[in-house]
């Protein structure tokens, strides 16, 4: 007997088998109906008009876009399962829509698996959102997630690039003075003889080997030079090459100071420098300038320099790797005739270096492999910030500079080139910026003294409007000090003009008639020796 389930589902299947592509609102809300789909979403479907053609074409973001965003999650996945089988069951009516490209393969922009997970549609923030929701409950389920993952935004941020080449000018720098401790405690050969080596015991010693490779990988330095000066986004592959050559270059110095092994070749003339006798100052003046000899010979024998001790690892050999690497990394896809001519390029310098016997086998192995890594380590997580963001801190620790100089990539950096006269226009462009930038910046400067000359001439106006006041109120200090002085005086000459006068006239006279004038005539006046003899 069948059960009412399978009669529902056999039901289903009847339905299903039908041309799907026919099918009116009226038919799907039946469908609907007998599949026990709740009454929000069919009253949704109903007022949207949803048909057959319809139902066949739902992509993962119609479940959480308007008018379905209010759904409750059981609601949602019985509705998706719903479209699934519908999808499944009806290839033959999709590949006639279009909506697939064969009818035996599923197509990632229709197809919705048991959970939904195809985001190829989804926003970022939206399967943020939903992350915990899609993905938390199906482990059989294989993801088709393929978004597009290529930076939005893309800053050369030149400043970023000369920290980098300052970086790995220092870095060079220190390379070069270990290089020069190192050869001045290298072992003796007559007491520490070559070490066993399985390439080197078994490939006689070429002497123009090592030439060849200095050779082989200034021809793949033109190449990135070439690539470089075309390539878009020149800037930001630039400091991402500064910034890994000189975080290896680094390691290699702490690796050459650790253990110094012996010479790897008995036609090697290496022993340690003899210095006469001075003081440390001096003696460290001569390794310096041994040190600057080996940068500005940029450790190539072909411009004279040799060097003992610095075995492990080969920088050579980490030169070239870097080199292919980018050159690879920063071409398209179609150059691959370019791709295995840089690829042999980078295996022959390493034959050849092993061939001249300046290397033990391990030297360049482990170059190799420490340059790869990095650079793989770099980019994948360049091109990933999510996960950068995720763990953030780690990052910060782990890898500082990657943080630094990658925070305003957003993504993988597309091969995009520019042609000669597109990159002749851009530098007259910024040469103009530049000039403007300039000019404003002289300006601003001008404007600025300008104002501070304004504002200190301001501040002395304002000095000696204080000063002036200050003055001002000392003069009316000495004003009532004198007006008080003088009214002293006038009192003292009046009562000395009184004691001049006679009694007689003293007592003929009211005082009210002594007035200033009367008194100051009289001042003016003084009686006769005749007169006061008489009197």
Avoid at 58 to 87: A, H, S
Avoid at 341 to 351: A, C, D, K, R, S
Avoid at 427 to 438: A, G, H, N, P, S
């Amino acid at each position: 007997m069948c059960t009412r389930s399978q009669i529902v589902c056999a039901n289903v299947n009847t339905k299903m088998d039908v041309d799907i592509i026919k099918w009116s609102n009226k038919e799907v809300m039946e469908l609907l109906h007998k599949e026990k789909i709740s009454s929000f979403i069919k009253d949704i479907c109903k007022s949207q008009d949803i048909d057959g053609q319809c139902l066949l074409s739902f992509v993962d973001r119609d479940f959480y876009d308007y008018p379905f965003e209010q759904l409750k999650l059981g609601e949602r996945k019985r509705f998706i399962l719903l479209i699934k089988k519908l999808q499944r069951n009806n290839r033959k009516a999709m590949y006639e829509l279009g909506l697939c490209e064969d009818q035996t393969l599923n197509n990632p922009a229709t197809n919705i698996n048991f959970v939904g997970t195809n985001l190829s549609h989804l926003s970022y923030n939206l399967h943020n959102q939903l992350q915990s929701e899609l993905y938390a409950a199906n482990t059989e389920c294989i993801s088709t997630y393929t978004p597009d993952v290529k930076a939005s935004k893309l800053k050369p941020e030149v400043w970023k690039t000369a920290i980098a080449l300052g970086y790995v000018f220092l870095v060079t720098w220190v390379t070069a003075v270990v290089m020069v401790i190192v050869h001045d405690k290298v072992p003796d050969m007559k007491k520490y003889p070559p070490l066993p080596d399985l390439f080197l015991d078994n490939v006689p010693h070429i002497p123009w080997a090592f030439d060849m490779c200095e050779i082989t990988g200034s021809f793949l330095l033109a190449i990135w030079l070439v690539v470089l000066f075309f390539h878009k986004h020149r800037f930001i592959i630039l400091r991402r090459f500064f910034a890994l050559a000189g975080t290896v270059f680094l390691l290699r110095c702490f690796t050459m100071l650790i253990t110094s092994l012996s010479v790897p070749g008995s036609h090697l003339k290496c022993e340690p420098r003899f210095y006469p006798p001075a003081d440390d100052l001096t003696v460290w003046g001569r390794r310096l300038r041994q040190a600057y000899d080996i940068w500005s010979g940029a450790g190539m024998s072909v411009r004279g320099v040799r060097t003992c001790g610095d075995y492990m690892f080969s920088g050579h050999t980490v030169a070239l790797t870097l080199l292919n690497f980018f050159i690879t990394e920063y071409t398209s896809r179609s150059l691959y005739l370019l791709h295995i001519l840089t690829w042999v390029m980078n295996m022959f310098g390493i034959f050849f270096i092993l061939a001249a016997h300046e290397h033990y086998s391990i030297d360049v192995f482990i170059a190799f492999y420490i340059t790869s890594r990095l650079f793989l380590y770099y980019h994948t997580l360049s091109n990933n910030q999510a996960l950068m963001h995720s763990d953030s801190s780690r990052t910060r620790i782990w890898f500082p500079l990657l943080t630094f100089f990658e925070s305003e990539v957003d993504g993988i950096v597309p091969n995009e080139y520019e042609g000669p006269m597109e990159i002749v226009n851009n530098l007259k462009q910024w040469l103009i910026q530049f000039v403007i930038d300039v000019k404003k910046s002289s300006m601003a400067k001008i404007a600025g003294t300008k104002l501070q000359e304004g504002a200190a001439m301001g501040e002395y106006s304002v000095v000696r409007l204080v000063d002036g006041i200050k003055r001002n109120l000392s003069l009316i200090e000495e004003y009532k000090s004198s007006r008080q002085r003088l009214v002293t005086l006038d009192k003292t000459v009046q009562a000395g003009l009184l004691d001049e006068l006679p009694d007689s006239d003293l007592r003929h006279r009211n005082i009210a008639e002594l007035t200033s004038d009367t008194l100051f005539r009289e001042f003016s006046n003084p009686p006769s020796p005749i007169m006061k003899k008489n009197t």
